[in-house]
């Protein structure tokens, strides 16, 4: 659930809340505790709360006669085609070849001095019993 959501099954079916009781509320669901004061504030704004008092002594409740309107509800929007299409021959060219690391595996010193050492380590390690 988002902290809106928590915000109002809290707050449905009580008067006035203190702001603390809210926030303990919502911290002891998991959320961020610095998400409550946000949130509240925005809700108020838009008018689904009603607030009486002033810094930390400022209450909530639900209003009663709030509407939400069309823009302030935001509907899912599903993914756009063009990055799913996009995405899929990137991963089919990865696993068929990397052309970078081929380019630098070929001109690569240090790789080449790495290739020797590896075949000394192989070596030495098929002389110890």
Known sequence: MTVKELIRNYLSGKGFVLTGD??????SGGHSPFGTGPCLSRMRKSGELLSQGGGHKT????NPDF??????????????????????????AELESNGVFENCRSSSQVYAMDR????VRNAANLVRP
Do not use: G
């Open 59 to 62: 209450a909530y409740r639900l």
């Open 22 to 27: 809210i926030h303990n509320y919502i911290c």
């Open 116 to 119: 020797l050492l590896r075949e």
């Open 67 to 92: 509407v939400p309107e069309k823009s302030t509800v935001r509907p899912s929007a599903p993914k756009p085609k063009i990055l799913q299409e996009w995405k899929e021959p990137m991963r089919q």
